[in-house]
């Protein structure tokens, strides 16, 4: 199981950014996938998770509202669209291979993730 993060960089409080996660080394759908985030000194946080049986998301209340995960089968490649981003969302975004039930973006429970990506906000 590979997933990789992509599409990270600096944007202004308010804006938006893309980031993508590549799948491979397994059947698309045969896992929950989710991203964390890890900011410098801090504990990694849960932003995410969703379901692969019934395709129900679950979003961190830090972000609902403004971030949406979505999925491109085709292209095996997961997104998170993160929308009114905040200087507080400044960390490392990771994606993983998440446990959707009983989700809780403060209990760490993510496994096989690969690269993170930087997102940096700034006020």
């Known amino acids: 199981v590979q997933l990789q993060a992509s599409g990270g960089g600096l944007v202004q409080s308010g804006g938006s950014l893309r980031l993508s996660c590549a799948a491979s080394g397994f059947t698309f759908g045969d896992y929950a996938i989710g991203w964390f985030r890890q900011a410098p000194g801090t504990e990694r946080e849960g932003v995410s998770c969703?379901?692969?049986?019934?395709?129900?998301?679950y979003y961190a209340d830090s972000v609902k509202g403004r971030f949406t995960m979505s999925s491109d089968s085709a292209k095996n490649t997961v997104y998170l669209q993160m929308n009114v981003l905040k200087p507080e969302d400044t960390a490392v975004y990771y994606c993983?291979?998440?446990?959707?039930?009983?989700?809780?973006?403060?209990?760490?429970?993510?496994?096989?993730w690969g690269q993170g990506t930087q997102v940096t906000v700034s006020s």
């Open positions: 993983a291979v998440c446990s959707p039930s009983g989700w809780d973006p403060s209990i760490y429970d993510y496994n096989y």
């Open positions: 969703n379901s692969n049986s019934d395709g129900s998301t």
